[in-house]
């Protein structure tokens, strides 16, 4: 794997997350019925901080909560060994909510599409407004982010890699070559 260009370093990662939460408030106006909601495993860790910045602009943090989409996927059957399911950690209930879906990477929108299924099971939210770190395109579903930090084109060749201190020790992204 070779890193072929430096998108975001920390400074510009924890600017892109204050621009975010500044943008969303915007739309939204309020916390008041906003729950920020982060997909496994990475969107996790980025949905909790976009909560914290919420919360130091509002003075308040929203609700906040961990989705695992694993057995939503279309893709599940397709994998010989068992799929590592982990807990969803939502204690709130998500009817008439303005949910905000957070994930790492936008890619195919598969990943997303389960996380919407998923997010039916639970109730019906007032609103669902996806926030994305990275959109790198090649959509096979008609999703598209209503917030995003970059937008990154990509072949097919390539991946997009979101590191973040709680995972890897450092916040960046980086676009990688993954052909050898």
């Known amino acids: 794997m070779t890193i072929l260009q430096k998108i975001l370093d920390e400074q510009g990662f924890d600017r892109m997350l204050s621009r975010l939460a500044h943008e969303i408030l915007e739309r939204n106006q309020t916390l008041d019925s906003l729950a920020v909601i982060g997909l496994r495993t990475r969107g996790e860790f980025v949905a909790r901080r976009l909560a914290a910045k919420l919360g130091e ?92 930090g970059k937008n990154v084109t990509t072949s097919r060749g390539q991946e997009v890699r979101v590191r973040l201190r709680e995972v890897d020790g450092h916040d960046g992204i980086d676009l990688v070559s993954i052909e050898e």
């Open 57 to 148: 602009i509002e003075g308040r943090t929203p609700d906040l909560g961990v989705l695992d989409v694993t057995l939503y996927r279309d893709d599940v059957r397709q994998h010989l060994r068992q799929p590592e399911v982990r807990a969803t950690e939502i204690t709130f209930d998500i009817t008439d909510k303005h949910v905000i879906l957070v994930d790492d990477v936008l890619f195919t929108g598969r990943t997303v599409r389960s996380a919407l299924n998923a997010l039916v099971d639970l109730g019906r939210a007032r609103t669902i407004q996806l926030v994305v770190l990275v959109d790198r395109g090649h959509r096979e579903l008609p999703i598209r982010a209503d917030f995003t």
